[in-house]
């Protein structure tokens, strides 16, 4: 099975106010009366730049929520948590990513890096990989050759990936993402917190027992790790302002 280490990073934005003072002048030597002073007020500052909206997501983003963990109406308890966690995940990808252009989207840092779009679809192949898992019940020493013929380069990455990932805009991926969530949310709806938390018949990482719960935690926290890395591109993009945070 797939695995991933975690990691998560939070952005914060700061913006600066500009001040401009003027600078006095002083009458003539044979003149010594002193000139009025030119001082002018400090400029008001720029107002901060304003963002692209969330993009459209499954569940819709609602700021008044999104810090709610916890059961959500439609599901079983167990599951309607992960749904909220994963929901949490979604802008930590999305956010960051919203005003991204093509070429910062294709933007190969070294021979052996992975691009932001490419990541970001790496994040939905992965979605869509748990769902054949779990929903599907399957069970398989390599990839299908459906899944392989459609999301293989995403899933695998390097070179493949490099080499076929590219020439979209910031909405296919978005796009992407939405659609194996909304795939992921109506299976969860149908199932409870029994197939959530009982062992599966097949061993997991280390070959102890597993549960449904832990492969879907791991997609939530298989996000985090993701979004660390597309947070320390954008960072280092050409022309990216110099930031102060962590990461």
Not at 40 to 52: F, I, V
Not at 142 to 150: F, H, I, Q, S
Not at 196 to 219: M, Q, R, S, Y
């Amino acid at each position: 099975m797939h695995s991933a280490s975690t990691r998560r990073t939070f952005l914060s934005n700061s913006a600066l106010g500009v001040l401009a003072a003027g600078v006095p002048l002083f009458g003539q030597a044979a003149q010594p009366a002193a000139a009025p002073s030119t001082n002018q007020p400090p400029a008001p500052a720029p107002p901060p730049a304003k963002r692209t909206p969330m993009p459209r997501m499954a569940p819709p983003y609602d700021k008044a929520t999104i810090n709610m963990i916890g059961p959500r109406p439609g599901y079983t308890p167990h599951i309607g948590t992960m749904v909220t966690m994963l929901t949490w995940m979604e802008p930590a990808v999305l956010g960051p990513t919203r005003d991204l252009k093509q070429d910062q989207l294709d933007y190969l840092f070294d021979k052996n890096a992975n691009t932001i779009g490419a990541l970001m679809l790496h994040l939905a192949a992965t979605e869509v990989l748990y769902q054949r898992i779990t929903f599907g019940e399957e069970n398989f020493d390599k990839l299908p050759a459906d899944y392989e013929a459609k999301w293989g380069p995403a899933m695998n990455l390097g070179a493949s990936g490099r080499e076929k990932i590219k020439g979209h805009d910031v909405a296919y991926y978005q796009d992407a993402i939405r659609e194996a969530r909304e795939k992921t949310l109506v299976e969860f709806a149908k199932k409870d917190d029994a197939w959530f938390t009982t062992a599966l018949k097949e061993p997991g990482w280390g070959g102890g027992p597993v549960n449904n719960f832990c492969l879907w935690f791991h997609v939530c926290e298989h996000i985090s790790h993701h979004a660390g890395q597309i947070d320390l591109l954008i960072k280092r993009l050409p022309g990216a302002k110099s930031d102060e945070s962590a990461g």
